[in-house]
């Protein structure tokens, strides 16, 4: 069993920086691909960006290419989101979720393990 502990989130106001970190539990993390993935209210769930378990792979929705890096770092068990120039738009409950595989998804259903979700708002 992994569990997955999001932090980081908050009020920020458009154009400014923000990092989400996720801290997972267990001694596999290494070997799973990790993912970002938000959800705003009344829209589905969308993915964000996702990791393979080396690091080596990425992949970026395009409304937040150019701004959004995420990375691991296996030592801590942990991946981190670094979101700059924020938009309203990208206002939404951010989840970090686990894959009981190296090779990264994009598609929520794919993953094995969620966090309880951290809020982010961009005012602007």
């Known amino acids: 069993q992994v569990q997955l502990v999001e932090s980081g989130g908050g009020l920020v106001q458009a154009g400014g920086p923000l990092r989400l970190s996720c801290l997972a539990s267990?001694?596999?993390?290494?070997?799973?691909?990790m993912g970002w993935f938000r959800q705003a209210p009344g829209e589905e769930r969308e993915l964000v960006s996702a990791?393979?378990?080396?690091?080596?792979?990425?992949v970026y929705a395009d409304s937040v290419k150019g701004r959004f890096t995420l990375s691991r770092d296996n030592a801590k068990n942990t991946v981190y989101l670094q979101m700059n120039t924020l938009k309203p738009e990208d206002t939404a409950v951010y989840y970090c979720a686990a894959k009981r595989s190296p090779r990264l998804s994009g598609t929520w259903i794919t993953y094995d393990y969620w966090g309880r979700g951290t809020q982010v708002t961009v005012s602007s």
């Open positions: 267990g001694r596999t993390f290494s070997s799973y691909a």
């Open positions: 990791i393979s378990w080396s690091g080596g792979d990425t």
